[in-house]
């Protein structure tokens, strides 16, 4: 059975070669029926080339063992990725937006429209089907790549069909203005994308806080343990690719067997990989103190006994 790193792997390469297919295909057909948004559609797609393929470096870096320079591991690379992926997005929403307004100003009548229209019908189902295809495997293997790289193949869907409707009218009505306009509309689409992929990563990269809901599930199972501990403070918690890390203060009665403090410890670790299986969990086992240095998240009543 195929693990998980090489399932990841071959969703990303069957990405970049469905991408490729289509790009070509598409600089073809918007060459010879003369439509930018065809052309449009295309660059996107060479640009989803680039995407998958440095989507299927990252898979294959953050899966890659801790080293003596990379101590906490490589999960990071996918959020890197998704940060070069998000700059070309909204370069390319840049330049679709330039040449939209001049099809606008110099609008340009259409040649064998039903070939446009073939290629995005085409376009739009290779595009449905690949979207199906990796996001299973996204859910299935936890992969936060893959998962946005189905993202944007779904919005790449989105766009085929605005493109075929775009062109049916344009070429029904032989106004020539609507090929630009249809463009600066995916133009718009793709730079809210961009802007949406390079927020998203940004946040991890930055160590941003884990979802509420999921800080709000670790303290729900270490709050029981409050009268086996004294209290508990400085929950800290971060995400990188697949990998969550969460760190504790416990704080322990000082009469307490180091040995029993350890292993007080380690059930609440234990408590805390039942709600978060892949998390890295680091306890610091503090010594009561009546003056915590940060603010306590739960305390036992006043002379409650520790066991």
Do not use: C, W
Not at 17 to 41: C, D, E, R, Y
Not at 96 to 103: D, K, N, T
Not at 248 to 265: F, K, N, S, T, V
């Amino acid at each position: 059975m195929a693990t998980a790193e090489e399932r990841q792997k071959r969703a990303a390469r069957a990405a970049v070669s469905v991408a490729l297919g289509l790009a070509l295909a598409k600089v073809a057909v918007g060459l010879f029926v003369n439509s930018i948004a065809v052309l449009a559609s295309a660059m996107d797609s060479l640009l989803d080339v680039l995407a998958s393929g440095m989507n299927l470096l990252a898979i294959r870096v953050s899966h890659a063992p801790p080293d003596q320079e990379h101590r906490f591991g490589h999960a990071k690379a996918e959020a890197l990725a998704t940060s070069a992926q998000a700059l070309l997005i909204g370069g390319s929403a840049v330049y679709l937006l330039i040449e939209g307004a001049r099809r606008i100003a110099a609008p340009q009548a259409f040649r064998k429209p039903t070939l446009a229209l073939g290629m995005m019908l085409v376009a739009a189902a290779v595009s449905g089907i690949l979207v199906t295809y990796m996001r299973r495997v996204a859910r299935e293997t936890s992969s936060s790549a893959l998962e946005a790289d189905a993202t944007h193949y779904a919005t790449d869907v989105l766009s085929n069909l605005a493109i075929l409707v775009g062109v049916a009218f344009a070429a029904a009505t032989r106004l020539g203005f609507l090929d630009g306009a249809l463009t600066v509309g995916i133009a718009l689409y793709v730079g809210a994308a961009a802007f949406r992929l390079l927020r998203g990563s940004t946040r991890v990269l930055m160590d941003h806080e884990i979802p509420a809901a999921n800080r709000e599930r670790i303290l729900e199972v270490v709050r029981p343990f409050v009268g086996r501990i004294r209290a508990f403070h400085g929950l800290r918690t971060r995400s990188a690719g697949q990998r969550v890390f969460v760190e504790l203060h416990l704080e322990m009665d000082g009469a307490l067997p180091l040995r029993r403090a350890h292993e007080i410890g380690d059930d609440v670790e234990a408590a805390i990989h039942g709600v978060l299986p892949a998390a890295q969990v680091l306890i610091h086992l503090d010594v009561e103190e009546d003056e915590p240095p940060l603010p306590r998240e739960g305390a036992a009543p006043p002379g409650s006994k520790t066991s």
